[in-house]
Nanobody, 126 residues
Framework: VQLQASGGGLVQAGGSLRLSCAAS????????MGWFRQAPGKEREFVAG????????MYADSVKGRFTISRDNTKNTVYLQMNSLNPEDTAVYYC????????????????????WGQGTQVTVSS
């Protein structure tokens, strides 16, 4: 599967952005999806994940209550709605996918994902 992330940009603190990640192929509903981010000089960290059918989601503590992950399997797209952004959210955001036949949960570690998008820059000014 190929992943194309979009929707990043420059926003003031307190603002919102919605990231999208479009996937190629016809079996999108077979993929566990996740969003990660990486700030300069820091390791890539988990942001949010969603199960194949969207029934389960998980969030990093730092974004819980502010970010929402969702997916539309008819459009082969996963979204990350980001509200109440702050400068600490500044990073390159990556979407990731892992194919699963039976697993109904969410993955939270980068090494659990095989496919990665190219990243989209999110910059939050104070």
């Amino acid at each position: 599967v190929q992943l194309q992330a979009s929707g990043g940009g420059l926003v003031q603190a307190g603002g919102s952005l919605r990231l999208s990640c479009a996937a190629s192929g016809r079996t999108f509903s077979s993929y566990v999806m996740g969003w990660f981010r990486q700030a300069p000089g820091k390791e890539r960290e988990f942001v949010a994940g969603i199960s194949r059918n969207g029934g389960s989601t998980m969030y990093a503590d730092s974004v819980k209550g502010r970010f929402t992950i969702s997916r539309d399997n008819t459009k082969n797209t996963v979204y990350l709605q980001m509200n109440s952004l702050n400068p600490e959210d500044t990073a390159v955001y990556y979407c990731a996918a892992e194919h699963e036949q039976y697993y109904s949960g969410v993955y939270i570690k980068p090494r659990e994902y095989t496919y990665w998008g190219q990243g989209t820059q999110v910059t939050v000014s104070s």
